[in-house]
């Protein structure tokens, strides 16, 4: 409060005290003080109400859409949506190390789009559930000039401190053991993952619960480690023993 404001308020409080004082006898100062404060009263209470509806309207709700497309949504729909994709992925096992992303005008003759699981926008991706080939998880990742819509109030950017106070502790959190060095939050609450590149947020995934997809696909993604240790890098997995061999060797004896 500044010097000017106090001598206001004391001179305002003086002078209805010597009202009070010069009009008791003939004033009704009862009903008046009640209609003081009813309205010093309202103004409080809108302002009150006012704050309690901007908290609930800043609080996380469930969605089952992102980036314009919804879970559940068929191919056809997804079309409408977004178009046709620009790019398509092959539809490999997890344990392959990623999947050969086609690009959709250089497919062949006879081949359709229309027949891949994983049609990509961009850094969008949609992929369709293994068994009903509808809409089963959207996700998108800042790379190079992509860019992401923000799932449930969280921008690509964010840090973790910041996801964690807007949607709380997440049901998992685990770094990548392939040197990525890549961070994952999965929100079972509101079916959503957070991925985070040096502890800020970078990509972000909507996923159906129980939906047939490459995320919930047996047996594990990866193969243990040679020497048993829980975590190793990639070529010191054994790989020979799964019958797949993603990474032959380091990269210094790839050299």
């Not at 068929?74 to 992925?89: D, M």
């Not at 807007?166 to 770094?175: C, D, E, F």
Request: aromatic share 12%.
């Amino acid at each position: 409060m500044t010097v000017g404001t106090g001598i206001f308020l004391g001179l305002t409080v003086i002078a209805g005290v010597w009202l009070y004082g010069q009009t008791k006898d003939r004033w009704r100062w009862t009903r008046i003080g009640k209609w003081v404060a009813v309205i010093t009263a309202l103004p409080l209470l809108a302002g009150v109400l006012w704050f309690a509806e901007e908290r609930i309207a800043a609080r996380p709700r469930p969605t089952a859409e992102y980036g314009g497309v919804t879970l559940g949504a068929t191919k056809r729909e997804v079309i409408y949506a977004l178009g046709q994709p620009t790019e398509v992925q092959e539809d490999k096992e997890p344990e392959n190390w990623g999947r050969e992303v086609l690009k959709v005008s250089e497919l062949k003759d006879g081949t359709s789009f229309f027949t891949y699981r994983f049609w990509a926008y961009g850094g969008l991706t949609v992929e369709f559930a293994l068994d009903t080939q509808r809409v089963a998880e959207v996700d998108c990742f800042v790379l190079g000039e992509a860019r992401c819509p923000s799932l449930l109030g969280i921008s690509a950017g964010a840090t973790e401190d910041d996801v964690v106070a807007h949607l709380g502790t997440p049901s998992k959190s685990n770094i990548a053991d392939d040197l990525s060095g890549v961070k994952t939050l999965t929100f079972t609450r509101w079916n959503a993952e957070y991925f985070l590149d040096k502890k800020h947020v970078y990509g972000f995934a909507l996923f159906q619960p129980g939906a047939k997809t490459s995320r919930f696909r047996e047996p594990a993604r990866m193969p243990p480690c040679k020497n048993g240790a829980p975590e190793c890098a990639p070529w010191e997995r054994a790989w020979s023993e799964s019958g797949k061999s993603p990474v032959a060797a380091s990269p210094e004896e790839q050299k």
